[in-house]
């Protein structure tokens, strides 16, 4: 009994030292930018959010998401399909570079595109002499987004794809099925909330990239800056209130993506429950 | 339908899982492909039913070669050791799957999708389970949707991996009658595999038995069991004791004991293996001719037959089973000395 107390009293400790660090790092700076954000009421938060620069970056950030989310969604069923269902050469080099954007620091990230597509770049030139302008412009806010943020799906979904095995797959072959509805009917619906987890985790991180975006945007007010960016330039620029008020709106998105994480994960957790924690009932043969 | 494969090899790697198998299963039969694990029977089963393709050779279904048809092209039944089954669906959708994706031409209506299914859960009797998820049955009702779900598609063959590996040994043998009924009652063409000598035995119509790649031999049960082609059956379809004697002529010599080998024609060899079933040993109380002499020193006496552990005179184990009258009789006890006889028609040499 005295152990088990101990238990108790340990298990008290590790709680209160978590939420007080949590309180600490996460709450306080939280409610430090909404205060900072509302600081000069309503009025001038509003106009903050809506002025036309702000705007823009709503927009700007919006679509880049839009763009990229359906890519690396697509990419990253393909990439773990592949690795988890099949065996080929180059499976454990495709792993690794999966992996790479989350190794190199997304400066590095935006780098590579300046030095692909600048001005004095490998393609540059022959980009500029067709009118195509990519650094300093959408497709190249897109570029920087999609490399930093390909992991996110296959990475969530590589470990569960690999633990369902392909049984179920051969199964429905035999069966009858073709690939495409093998693909629809028993391969998706097995991975849903996995993929569902990865894309939101995904959202989240392409509508706030900050240092691959950084590089690759120019800065241009109005017309190449993201949310996270238009922060920073009001922020230079001791606009506070405004800074705040923006970024309230990136915290309320991050708030949502997690709220919508959790739901996900609680559904993820209540269907894999009854699989691995089978009761085995009565065999019920007539003799 | 019949099956007739031709000179299938099927490599992984350098590993060759099968090797030059050749095999005919006629329309109707029940066959057992017995083997211990790596014997590639299970690699067999997947070749046939187009799960994997093989390196080299064919496989035909009723004399037609679908050699190059993927497993969908085949209709096959395939049942998985783990079942496999949809854990997303009920047991009622797993049922219908097969039906379901068919192209819209041959697709059943819903109402006969729903009438096929419910007679297919009746057959297994889960009717009552149909709204249940997978995870909400036992094992013994999970392979028994596998089989409905395989049956469902009216498969020209049926084709069972480790069916009842993964359930334990009392549901095990009611699935196993449960099956040779269906079998009996359906008469589809059905090929199982299983490492479990005594399932291959009592289900078949014939055993299949592979080694290392090869089919050692095919028979009935009765067959493979009073004749075996090769040490390798002979050891791997009972217990067996193993003695190592000098064979002369029609003499084997063990111990200070002769036994007479009248039908044995091999070359005279110092170290023959000599082989005998412990149920076959002849045990007496007192010394008689052509016995030798051992001492017990283990009696299990749960279950039908008594299994005695003795040591021969010369040293090595024996193992001797007999009727618990015969037992009682002889009054065995530990350490009692009796002599025993093998037969020599019972004996199986390899030199």
């Known amino acids: ?287 | 339908m019949s099956i007739e494969v031709a000179h299938l090899t099927k490599r992984f790697g350098t590993f060759a899982a099968i090797e030059d198998v050749s095999l005919r299963v006629e329309t109707g039969e029940l066959v057992g492909l017995l083997g211990p694990s790596g014997s590639g029977k299970t690699t067999l089963l997947r070749v046939i039913g187009g799960l994997d393709l093989p390196d080299s050779g064919s496989v035909a279904i009723d004399d037609v070669d679908v050699t190059g048809e993927s497993a969908r092209q085949r209709k096959v039944g395939f049942v998985f050791q783990h079942y496999a089954l949809f854990r997303h669906l009920s047991v009622f959708e797993n049922v219908a799957f097969g039906l379901r994706v068919r192209p819209r031409d041959g697709r059943p209506p819903e109402s006969e999708i729903r009438r096929r299914v419910q007679q297919l859960l009746d057959l297994v009797q889960l009717g009552f389970l149909a709204d249940r998820y997978p995870a909400q049955l036992s094992g013994g009702q999970r392979q028994r949707v596998a089989l409905a779900r395989a049956l469902a598609v009216e498969p020209r063959l049926l084709l069972l991996d480790e069916p009842f590996g993964a359930l334990d040994a009392k549901v095990r043998k009611e699935l196993r009658r449960w099956l040779r009924r269906l079998h009996a009652e359906l008469r589809v063409t059905t090929v199982f595999v299983t490492h479990d000598q005594e399932e291959a035995l009592e289900l078949s119509d014939r055993v299949v038995i592979m080694h290392q790649g090869r089919v050692e031999q095919v028979g009935t049960p009765e067959h493979v069991y009073h004749s075996p082609a090769s040490l390798f059956v002979y050891q791997f379809l009972g217990e067996v004791n193993l003695f190592v004697g000098r064979v002369a002529g029609d003499k084997a010599y063990l111990g200070g004991l002769e036994v007479d080998l009248p039908s044995h024609t091999g070359a005279p060899a110092d170290h023959a293996r000599l082989f005998i079933r412990p149920h076959l040993l002849q045990v007496h109380a007192e010394p008689t001719s052509g016995a030798f002499k051992a001492t017990v020193v283990h009696l299990n006496k749960a279950g039908p037959s008594v299994k005695i552990e003795l040591l021969a005179e010369w040293g090595d184990p024996v193992f001797v089973e007999m009727s618990p009258e015969r037992c009682d009789q002889l009054k065995l006890a530990r350490d009692a000395v009796v002599f025993i006889s093998p037969q020599s028609h019972d004996l199986f040499v390899r030199e």
């Open chain 1, 1 to 287: 009994m005295r152990r088990r107390d101990g238990g108790k009293a340990a298990q008290r400790l590790l709680i209160a030292v978590a939420l007080a660090f949590l309180a600490a790092f996460l709450v306080v700076p939280l409610v430090a930018v909404l205060t900072q954000a509302f600081e000069q009421g309503w009025r001038v938060y509003w106009a903050s959010v809506t002025e036309p620069d702000a705007r823009s970056a709503i927009r700007l950030t919006l679509l880049t998401a839009l763009v990229v989310v359906p890519l690396n969604t697509v990419f990253g069923v393909a990439a773990a399909w592949a690795i988890a269902k099949f065996r080929f050469p180059g499976r454990a080099i495709l792993i690794t570079l999966i992996d790479l954007p989350f190794a190199v620091s997304p400066v590095i990230s935006g780098l590579v595109f300046v030095l692909l597509f600048g001005a004095n770049g490998v393609f540059g030139p022959w980009l500029a002499a067709h009118g195509v302008k990519v650094i300093f412009a959408f497709p190249g806010l897109v570029l920087a987004t999609l490399f930093v943020t390909v992991p996110f799906v296959a990475r969530e979904l590589i470990p569960l794809m690999q633990e369902q095995g392909t049984e179920m797959e051969e199964a429905a072959i035999a069966l009858g099925a073709s690939g495409w509805q093998t693909f629809w009917r028993v391969t998706l619906p097995n991975i849903k909330w996995g993929l569902l987890y990865g894309v939101i985790l995904l959202n989240a991180r392409a509508i706030g990239e900050f240092g691959a975006v950084s590089v690759v945007s120019g800065h241009i007010r109005g017309e190449t800056n993201t949310l996270p960016l238009h922060v920073e330039i009001l922020f230079n620029e001791y606009n506070f209130t405004a800074a705040f008020a923006v970024a309230s709106l990136l915290t309320l998105m991050a708030v949502v993506a997690l709220a919508a994480k959790s739901v996900v994960a609680w559904r993820t957790d209540r269907t894999l429950i009854p699989a691995s924690a089978a009761q085995a009932g009565p065999t019920d043969i007539q003799p």
